[in-house]
Antibody, heavy 115, light 110 residues
Framework: EVRLFESGGGLVQPGGSLRLSCAASGFTFSSYGMSWVRQAPGKGLEWVSGSGNNIYYADSVKGRFTISRDNSKNTLYLQMNSLRAEDTAVYFC???????????WGQGTTVTVSS | QSVLTQPPSVSAAPGQKVTISCSGSSSNIGNNYVSWYQQLPGTAPKLLIFESNKRPSGIPDRFSGSKSGTSATLGITGLQTGDEADYYCGTWESSLSAWVFGGGTKLTVL
């Protein structure tokens, strides 16, 4: 069974940093692009970053967030720096990156940016 | 303001049919495949339709997708109370090199 499990969320002060992880299982991780999508409380889905043949970022996080992966550990990461209140959201990782659809999603991890 | 435009809400009675529209432009829907996602309350999104009109394994044929020009449509027939959810369209936005979602449509099964 294909599974994605996010971790690393929590409460952080504005200007702080956090690193999210997404552990993948049930498929050949290295063969797939991967993405991060977030959802602010009561709001819709917002794509954050994707890693396929290339790496892409939403303008709202460009220069602050970095997507990376360790294929030996079947894990996707999102390093988030200079966090702002508007970054508060549930962060989902999803299989599929770049122009490809996101077909499998994790359950999400919550990031709260507040003083 | 989302790049893709969806109606905020739709409703229909059990057993009926409903359609949800998703309007975009030539730089997104017009030249790329559309995906549709269902998000039940408190859960992660689930892929319903990919490549504009294909269903993943396990998705019932009550769900269908179509695309024409710069718009896409999700159709749901034989509505069930369990279909009450938020539905999102999504596609690649070539001008931004970014994936974009519609604002979401809340389906109420009366």
């Amino acid at each position: 069974e294909v599974r994605l499990f996010e971790s690393g969320g929590g409460l952080v002060q504005p200007g702080g940093s956090l690193r999210l992880s997404c552990a993948a299982s049930g498929f050949t991780f290295s063969s797939y692009g991967m993405s991060w999508v977030r959802q602010a409380p009561g709001k819709g889905l917002e794509w954050v970053s994707g890693s396929g043949n290339n790496i892409y970022y939403a303008d709202s996080v460009k220069g602050r967030f970095t997507i990376s992966r360790d294929n030996s550990k079947n894990t996707l990461y999102l390093q988030m720096n200079s966090l702002r209140a508007e970054d508060t959201a549930v962060y989902f990782c999803a299989r599929g990156g770049g122009t490809n659809t996101m077909d499998v999603w994790g359950q999400g991890t919550t990031v709260t940016v507040s003083s | 303001q989302s790049v893709l435009t969806q109606p905020p809400s739709v409703s229909a009675a059990p057993g009926q049919k409903v359609t949800i529209s998703c309007s975009g432009s030539s730089s997104n829907i017009g030249n790329n495949y559309v995906s549709w996602y269902q998000q039940l309350p408190g859960t992660a999104p689930k892929l319903l339709i990919f490549e504009s009109n294909k269903r993943p394994s396990g998705i019932p044929d009550r769900f269908s997708g179509s695309k024409s020009g710069t718009s896409a449509t999700l159709g749901i027939t034989g509505l069930q109370t369990g279909d009450e959810a938020d539905y999102y369209c999504g596609t690649w936005e070539s001008s931004l090199s970014a994936w974009v979602f519609g604002g979401g449509t809340k389906l109420t099964v009366l």
